[in-house]
């Protein structure tokens, strides 16, 4: 697919219904984030916001970038009917082609993993490159396929450590916290209840200082 084409994947699937995703934040995102002191964080695929959201209101200035405008103007209207629009932008961007600039204090990759093309090698090198000194990239796929998916069982899922070495890290310049598989229970479409396996990656660039 060339990005025109990836791109339209997208709308089209934001355009099934009003809101795809629950709006609620990432789990892992809030657990490494929360104790975190405020800056600027950089969410990759940002989807409807609700990372972005979350992190803002949290005292964050974030910049969400998604290949969707649908997806980004929904974001937009729950930043304003939230009271954070001033803390947020949101940039319509195929991360395959372009990166945004600048360096912040977190970045934020949650389930950045897609069906169409993405160029996953070039985007995790890229969003480490984009943390500043002190910062904190965070890294969450998926493991496994849910319990309740269908057709999907015969995929194979990269491990945490595949995925960690794709992203090139010098690790004299890092603190690696966490590279590995966590499990969390959640609920499926139709309200199975099931265990889900992601792969977590962590890791804190060490301050300049």
């Known amino acids: 697919m060339t990005g025109p084409e990836v791109k339209q994947h997208w709308e089209d699937r934001y355009a099934v219904r009003g809101r795809i995703w629950s709006g609620q934040v990432n789990p892992h995102l809030e657990e490494v984030a929360a104790p975190l002191m405020p800056g600027r964080a950089l969410d990759l695929g940002c989807g409807e916001g609700g990372d972005t959201l979350w992190l803002a209101e949290r005292g964050w200035q974030v910049l969400g970038v998604d290949i969707s405008d649908t997806a980004l103007s929904r974001a937009s209207v729950e930043a304003a009917a939230r009271g954070v629009a001033d803390r947020v ?19 934020s990759a949650q389930f950045l993993q897609s069906t169409v093309h993405l160029n996953r090698e070039r985007i995790f090198f890229a969003a480490a490159a984009a943390v500043a000194p002190g910062g904190v990239l965070i890294i969450v796929d998926h493991g496994a396929a849910p319990p309740w998916a269908q057709h999907v069982h015969d995929h194979v899922f990269p491990s945490a ?17 966490h590279v590995g598989s966590v499990e969390r229970d959640a609920v499926g479409p139709d309200g199975q209840v099931g265990v889900l396996l992601d792969n977590l990656i962590v890791v804190r660039r060490f301050d300049a200082g």
């Open 161 to 177: 450590e595949e995925v960690f070495a794709t992203v090139k890290l010098d690790e004299r310049q890092w603190d690696v916290v």
């Open 89 to 107: 932008r949101l940039v319509q961007t195929d991360l395959s082609e372009t990166f945004p600039e600048g360096t912040f204090d977190l970045v």
